[in-house]
């Protein structure tokens, strides 16, 4: 997607050799009109997926997530939390995400009743480094017997496995930008 090519390319720094640095207008300050633009390039790029239900992960996911849905037609959006709070009680499900950022693995929960039985799920986050995050959200829709019927990512590091990954397994994957590689704090981005 060009504008967010041009941000990353403006806007953008590298950090070390593998963490991309976006918090001016994607992780920390957001940039509204750009979350506009990436939500409905989403929802073009899965319209024939048909998705019923957005589910992202804390808290970097949720604003894509929701401008997506709502580029969709309005559908509900869930966010896997990754604390156990009194919030999320009862039945879960459940699955282990190690951080790529954090170095730490966490848990990440999606409360049962929230994750209908059969739903056409389409997940979407910020980033997609080593695929562990998506990973972790596919166990829960199979867990809940549900579909994922696409995978949407705003930044894909193209270095690094994850999108392999997801589509030797049969996932349908689109990234709006790839960063392909970090040379001296330079972003390196794919057309
Ligand atoms: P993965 O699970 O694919 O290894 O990493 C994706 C998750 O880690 C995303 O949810 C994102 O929050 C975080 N992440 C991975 N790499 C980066 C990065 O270079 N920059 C930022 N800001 N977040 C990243």
Avoid: W
């Avoid at 990353?8 to 720094?13: D, E, F, L, Q, S």
């Avoid at 390039?41 to 239900?53: I, S, V």
């Avoid at 056409?120 to 166990?139: Q, S, T």
């Amino acid at each position: 997607m060009k504008e967010l090519v041009e941000a990353i390319r403006a806007r953008g720094v590298g950090v070390g050799t593998d963490i991309v640095k976006v918090d001016m207008f994607l992780n920390h300050r957001l940039d509204t009109d750009l979350f506009v633009k990436m939500g409905q390039a989403f929802a073009q790029a899965f319209a024939a997926d048909r998705p019923e239900l957005v589910l992202t992960v804390e808290a970097s996911g949720i604003a894509a997530a929701l401008t997506t849905a709502m580029a969709c037609g309005n559908l509900p959006v869930v966010f896997a939390k990754k604390s156990r709070t009194r919030n999320v009680t009862g039945d879960v499900y459940e699955s282990r995400v190690f951080s790529f950022t954090h170095g730490v693995e966490n848990h990440i929960r999606v409360s049962r009743e929230y994750l209908p039985k059969g739903a056409r799920v389409l997940i979407i986050d910020d980033f997609l480094a080593n695929g562990e995050a998506a990973e972790g959200l596919c166990d829960i829709v199979r867990q809940a017997q549900a579909t994922v019927v696409g995978i949407g990512i705003c930044v894909e590091k193209s270095f690094q496995p994850g999108h392999q990954k997801l589509v030797d397994e049969g996932y349908h994957v689109v990234s709006l930008a790839k960063v392909k590689a970090i040379s001296d704090g330079r972003l390196v981005v794919e057309d």
